[in-house]
């Protein structure tokens, strides 16, 4: 099973990297819209970390992660 999820991260005012993970991201993923929505998380100052306000977009990404089920016998 493939797993994948949309991160978008951020620097708090400590210069801190902070992050949301969305899972399950609508595909191809829509870079000017990713980009407006961290604009206004920034904009709005909704999150707060113990570094401090939100300050700075660094970068978004999905996350891709394979996982594999091993049957076992669960009694």
């Known amino acids: ?37 961290m604009d206004l998380i920034l904009a709005e100052n909704i999150f707060l970390s113990s570094g401090g306000d939100w300050v700075e977009k660094v970068g978004a990404r999905v996350v891709s992660r394979t996982v594999e089920e091993i049957p076992i016998n669960v009694e």
């Open 1 to 37: 099973m493939d797993e994948k999820n949309l991160e978008l991260i951020f620097k708090n005012e400590q210069g801190r990297t902070v992050r949301i993970t969305l899972p399950s991201p609508v595909e191809p993923v829509d870079s000017a819209a990713v980009d407006e929505a």
